[in-house]
Structure formats: structure tokens, C-alpha cells
């Protein structure tokens, strides 16, 4: 059998005739009024007849569910002990069987806006434009998880199955206004129903030869009120069609299916319940996790979660997730898709979540003005003629022995002592018979040593000075697998220079401030430590060659490890004599001496 993932078309046009008609029909199967339509279809009163049979056929299967949602009902049944009374999933819903019923559902018939107490949606020229009440950044205290499945991580609210149990039923009978589907609002009577979206998500991509596409198989339940969101998951995730038919029924496609169903209800009208009705113990009756997560109540008015949005998970090793969100902001939807998607990879195992990433990270330093790497690092053993040999016919000999590279002519190999001075923008070095050889040194090259390190002209924002950048050849692999959306991976791909803060030095008195910056130089940082051991302090004085920028830069910043009186002396340096010193160490040379101070001036 063929993966029960669909490939399906592009979103049809949602002011479609033949779309809207096809909404009507299906309104009218689920027994729900539909709209006038401008157009009328001459079969409508046949239609109408083969729709009263199957409504009728429903009636007598009014229990009977889908293989996707039964399998969901099961464990749900399992999660509250084998409680007959527990809550059942919606046998009748709006199904979205097909991409751009949820974008044509989110707007009347002939409208071009719709308004709601929860969200505002606007047709556009791309499309259609939502913009929901909710417009959360932050997750603070919204993850809850059912207790009896997977352990809890302690940074998460436990909750009790019978409260789950509450409510699970509670979201699965929203208010009559949350039911109204926008398609209908301008009728005289608008239909009141739940929507539902049938999702496959990739689990496992294919790999010719080694494994075929692995998907997960997760629906989403949505008052009529808040199809906008489907549309908004539908976008991303695709639509896996219609779960009552067989050939998208994951069951019988094991060889695609990893064996994991995700359940997904919005149900926004969860904030108003309170704490005491849900059946959470007063606070001098809970334990001690719940008095800490807020499982319990001061007060019989107490909310749950304080009136806040929240997502409630139920899941165990079975497979099986089901997860209330209790908010209509879009992000929230897909980060839990994308959280189940995580689920099913980890219980699978070998897999990783799709939204790993992560960059590989070649620190760059600020080398001022002139920089040779011989004496930098004299443990530098790397010579030209291994590079030449090395890069082969990748690198062309030029007269005065450099190469350039055949393929990005940009890029310049050098000597492992070629020394470079911006003042004069020469890159020089002697050959193997002694004579020196010269280079022009220009902003847009790339000068590669023999070790891989490169070399080039910076001016890291117009206006600024040049100078010159060093770049290591090694990188760092800096990976994070397995994460959600949100879960820190973008920040190991930022550059270092979104925490720097750059601007203008003043001075008022330069003979005054230059005689601070004397004093700081003079100073004894031996004894900065709180442990501080005489017999193995080693003095680096700040302008010393083995002392680098960096390690200045931590010496002036206060940090625990010092010492109190330590901490204390740096906080009565100015930054204006800080930003001096380290402006003194970028720039110094150690042929300035102790005479560092006649090389400044006003």
C-alpha cells in the first residue's frame, strides 16, 4: 500500500464558487444550516435527499469514531482508569478533507473581514490575514502535564487525571458563541459545530536505500470559532485528508506510520474555570509540588492558573498525546505539533526531531593595525611549501612567492611569516633567499597562512576605522538536537556582536584620565582571586605580549571568583578609563615600551 501521507494541491482560491458549495453540502451532511449562495445548484433538492441518508446512517453510529480518533478515545479511556463516564471525543465534525476549507471557513460568504471577541480576520491579496487577540512571547508557566503517563520534569505543573478528566470535558462543550463558524455569521441562522483537521507529520524523512518517509498521525478539534488556527497548522503541516477513509488510515499503512497519534482541542474558554470546581485540593490538603505549582486553592474563587493561558498534556510510553491549549495564538498550535513530532522521534528512536540545527562557529579576533602570526604563536610549525603541496593545482604560484586560488580569486595564500601592516597596507615576508617580498594588502582579499588562519580588512560599520580580522581555521560544531520551536537554537547562531556595545570615548582631561589608566597599569592583580595562593601567582602585567585582549577585558570585569575588595576597586574605575585601557592594549606595540603615553594625544 502507498504511504497514507498525501502529496495534495496547492490552497484553492477561498472565494471559490464550487468551494463554497462544496462547505454547504458538508454543513448540510453534519446537519448544521448552511449559506445562500449566489449561485444554485439544480441538483441541490437530490443532494439534499442522499444527505438526509447518511445523516440518518450517522444517527444509528452516533458512537462509532474513526480509526485515528478511537485509537485516541482508547487511550484517553486508559489515561482515567477504564472510566465509562470519561469524556469522548466528537464523533460529528466539520471535517477539512481537503487544503483551503479552513481559510474559506475563517470568513462570510461575500465578506471580506470578520470580528470576534478572539480574533480579527481580513481578506488581503496574499490570502487571508488573521490576527488573533493573543500574541504571546513567552511560556512562562503554561506547560502542565497529566500524572500516571511519562515522568514529569520538575520545571512543569503536575496535574491530576480526574482533573484532566474535568477539563477534557470542559473543552469538549465550549460555549455556543465559541461554536459559530465565521462562514455563517451572516445567515440568519449560523451553524454551531466543532472542526477537525487530520494531520500526518514527518517523523522520519526518506532515505533511498536505507528508509522509507515515517509519519505520525495527529488531529486537531477546534471550535467552529477558531478555524483560523487549522488554516494557520494546515499552512505548515499539510492536510492528510479525510481519517474516515481507509487509504488514509495510518493502521493500515505500517510501514509509513511510526505507530505515535497526537490529539490537539483548542478550547480557549478554560481560563474562566476555577481551581476548587475542577476538584483541586485547598491548600493546607495539597502536597508540596502542588502548593508549589499552584495545584490547589486559597480561595473557592482561586482560577485555574490564575485566569492564564495554559496547554495540558496527557501521554504515556503507549504513543498516544493528547494536549488542550487554552489560548488562540497560532504559535501555540504549531509548537505543539511540532512537540508531538519531537515525541514520536524520541519514542521511536533513531531520529531526531526535524527542528535540530546549529552553526559551526569560527571564532574572528580584532588584530589593530599590524599582526604576524610567527610571534603570536611560535609554536606555529606550518610552512608555505606543505600548504602548496597540499592544495595542488586548487592554488596558482605567483612571482614573489605567494599563490592565489583558482577557483575564488580572492583568496591569497601567504607565508607563514608574512607580517601585515594596515597603515601602509603591505603584507611583507622573506623568501628562501633572504630578499623581501611584498604584497599589496586590500579589503577585498582573503590572505590564507600555511595553518589555515585568515587574515583580512574589516570595517565593522561604516564610518568606523579599518582593521584587521583574524579568523581561525578549526571551527566548533555548536549542535542541538531534538528541540522545539523556541528552544534556544537560533541563539547559538548569533555573532557575539549582538551583546557589545559600541560608541565614542570623551575625554575632558586627557593628562588626568591617562594618569588613571597609569595607575590601573601599575596595579597588582595577583591577589584578585578569593583563594588566592602567593606561592603560585603568576604576574601577567596588561600590556604584556602573553596576555590578550580578551583575558583584559575579564581582568577589568567583576566576577564571583574575585575577591569582595577586588570587585570593589573595579567598580570605582569609570567606564571612559576602562574603554582607555583597553584601547591602549589593542593598539599597543611592544616597541612603545614605557612610553606608551606620547602616542596619545588630544
Known sequence: MPSSVQTLPPSPDPADPRL?????????????????????????????????????????????????DQRIQNFIYYTLDGDESAPRLPATTLVLDRPGLARALSLPVGRDEHHSSILASLRVRQGVLHNPRSDRR??????????????????????????????????????AELLRLPFTAAA?????????????????????????????ETRLFAPGALVANLDFVESIFG??????????????????????????ILATHLNSLKKRDLGLPAFADATVRQQRDGMCWKSPDELYNDGGAFKLTAR??????????????????????????????????????????????FPSYDLGEDFQLATNLPDVTHT????????????????????????????CYVPQDAR??????????????????????????????????????????????????????EGLLCHKPCTVSGGGKSEISKPISDAMFTGPVFVSDLAKDLDQVEAILAHDFRSRFRNFDPAQARGRPILSPERSLGSVVKLLSRSPDYSDVYNEWLATIPR????????????????WGSNWRQHFTV
Open 20 to 68: 463554497l458549495a462544496y462547505l454547504n453540502l458538508k454543513l448540510h451532511e453534519i446537519g448544521q444550516p448552511g449559506v445562500t449562495l449566489a449561485a444554485r445548484d439544480e441538483f441541490a433538492g437530490f443532494v439534499d435527499h442522499f444527505l438526509t441518508l447518511s445523516r440518518e446512517k450517522d444517527r444509528a453510529l452516533a458512537r462509532h469514531l474513526c480509526p485515528v
Open 138 to 175: 513567552t511560556t512562562q508557566g503554561i506547560f502542565h502535564v497529566t500524572e500516571g503517563g511519562l515522568p514529569i520534569p520538575n520545571d512543569k505543573k503536575a496535574v491530576p487525571p480526574a482533573v484532566f478528566s474535568r477539563l477534557l470535558a470542559a473543552a469538549l462543550q465550549p460555549p
Open 188 to 216: 440568519a441562522k449560523p451553524a454551531e459545530c466543532f472542526v477537525s483537521l487530520h494531520l500526518r507529520p514527518v517523523v522520519v524523512p526518506a532515505v533511498p536505500g536505507f528508509t522509507p518517509r515515517r509519519s505520525m
Open 239 to 264: 492536510n492528510a485528508g479525510d481519517p474516515h477513509l481507509p487509504e488514509n488510515d495510518a493502521g493500515l499503512d505500517p510501514a509509513h506510520w511510526t505507530g505515535h497519534t497526537g490529539c490537539i
Open 316 to 361: 504515556s510510553a503507549a504513543g498516544v498525546v493528547v494536549t488542550l491549549i487554552s489560548d488562540n495564538y497560532f504559535g501555540y498550535c504549531k509548537k505543539e505539533v511540532k512537540t508531538q513530532i519531537s515525541y514520536a522521534a524520541n519514542l521511536l528512536g533513531r531520529a531526531e526531531e526535524e527542528h535540530a540545527g546549529g552553526a559551526i562557529v
Open 384 to 411: 608555505f611549501a606543505e600548504a602548496l603541496a597540499l592544495l595542488g593545482d586548487r592554488a596558482e604560484l605567483q612571482p614573489g612567492g605567494w599563490a592565489r586560488d583558482c577557483v575564488w580569486p580572492a583568496v
Open 420 to 473: 601585515f601592516d594596515l597603515r601602509t597596507q603591505r603584507i611583507t615576508w622573506r623568501d628562501a633567499a633572504g630578499k623581501d617580498c611584498l604584497l599589496k594588502l586590500l579589503p577585498a582579499s582573503t590572505y590564507v597562512l600555511p595553518s589555515g588562519y585568515k587574515v583580512e580588512m574589516a570595517r565593522p560599520e561604516e564610518g568606523r576605522r579599518w582593521t584587521l580580522r583574524g579568523t581561525t581555521a
Open 576 to 591: 571612559s578609563i576602562r574603554d582607555l585601557v583597553l584601547l591602549l592594549k589593542r593598539l599597543y606595540k611592544p616597541a
